[in-house]
């Protein structure tokens, strides 16, 4: 898989095998729009305020999903690790499904070969 305007591309079938190093690891933010707020809520059959409490932290002005502290990794909320994947899938974020795809990582590309193992060269 390619994208324009970035110098490496990306096999999905080594999601099978990675265990999530995408959706664990360093501390972060996957921001949620007000959109993506009503779908994941509704895809969990919750009413949106208690998705909100339960799921959300505020950062600034935005809304991030929560983390989960296991051991030494902070995985998203939503990564199942007995399942060995996102729990929300059907919904997940922009920014996940986005992912290996960030700006950030065109300058940043070592750093995203170490985390996932489906970046190849081209």
Same mark, same amino acid.
């Given at each position: 898989m390619r994208q324009e305007g970035f110098n490496?591309?990306?096999?999905?079938?080594?999601?099978d095998s990675c265990e999530g190093r995408c959706c664990t690891g360093e501390s972060g933010n996957i921001f949620v729009s007000p959109q993506e707020i009503t779908a994941l809520?509704? !895809? /969990? =059959? /919750?009413?949106?305020?208690?998705f909100r +409490?339960?799921? !959300?932290? =505020?950062? $600034?002005? *935005?809304f991030s999903l929560k983390e989960r502290v296991v051991g030494l990794s902070h995985d998203?909320?939503?990564y199942d690790r *007995?399942? $060995? $994947?996102? $729990?929300?899938y059907d919904a997940r974020p922009l920014q996940c499904r986005t992912f290996p795809f960030w700006d950030y990582f065109k300058t940043h590309l070592v +750093? /995203? *070969?170490? +985390?996932?193992p489906g970046i190849v060269d081209v």
């Open positions: 490496y591309a990306f096999e999905p079938t080594a999601c809520s509704q !895809l /969990l =059959k /919750l009413d949106e305020n208690i +409490e339960t799921y !959300l932290i =505020k950062k $600034g002005y *935005k998203c909320i939503f *007995k399942a $060995g $994947g996102c $729990g929300v +750093e /995203l *070969k170490n +985390e996932c």
